[in-house]
């Protein structure tokens, strides 16, 4: 995961994965905290704290992780507002959030510590407030970046909203992303699982920013399935991304 982390930092700025995550994710923090004043919002295992600094734009945001690699990373890039803990053990009163985030980090969980982590989610919002969840989707696209990632599951649709619902959330959106880089995805994944995937140091290449006119072209993609993505659901993508509230 030290490995993750340090790659991350290096290309979560640039990289077009990144872009297009913040612009599928940003349209729904938005609709989360729409007639709050000051809202507080709360990432749970917030890595480097990129996420934190980008949900401040709809509300005083914070972030724990247990990694000091990923605190130490965020807090040289001027991030303060992060606290080193559990996501299963989140150190926060009950009812404290407006929104409560976790991206990209249940599928590295354990089965218990999964349904913990999504429980302390629920317990740290407000009622009538949101948790808002990013997660790897669909096991064909399971790679290189999964050995990168610690990765122990990918989701379908019905797996996640059993997760959320099950913790006593009622899900508002729910919907796969990355649809337009599939196909190539697909193939790419499928190749590696026929070679045998690389040693978690070799891995890390998977998170290199692109040569940049790839990288526009991608991150120009993405831009405009995120757009789509405000209006209707996708079948099928990379990621699944979730909008739940907790009942008022």
Known sequence: ???????????????????????????LAEQAVSGRANPRILDCGCGTGANVEMLSRFGRSFGFDFSPVGLRLG??????????????????????????????????????????AVAEMFRV???????????????????????????????????????????????????????TLFLPL??????????????????????SVPPPPINAVLTAVLLLESRWIRRFDSPFGSSLICLARKPA
């Open 1 to 27: 995961m030290e490995r993750l982390l340090r790659a991350t930092a290096k290309a979560e700025g640039r990289h077009f994965w990144f872009r297009g995550f913040r612009a599928f994710v940003a349209p």
């Open 186 to 207: 697909a193939g790419l994944r499928i190749v590696q699982r026929w070679r045998g995937l690389k040693s978690e140091e070799e891995a890390e290449r998977e998170i």
């Open 125 to 179: 919002t407000r009622p009538g407030g949101f948790a808002l969840i990013n997660v790897a989707a669909m096991n064909v696209l399971r790679g290189d970046h999964s050995v990168l990632s610690l990765e122990r599951r990918r989701y379908t649709r019905s797996d996640l909203q059993r997760l959320v619902a099950g913790a006593g959330f009622t899900i508002v959106r729910l919907t796969y992303t990355n649809f």
């Open 75 to 116: 807090r040289e890039s001027g991030r303060t507002r992060l606290a080193r803990a559990n996501v299963t053990a989140a150190p926060f009163s009950d009812e404290s959030f407006d929104l409560v985030t976790s991206f990209d980090v249940l599928y590295s969980l354990a089965d218990a510590d999964e349904r913990a």
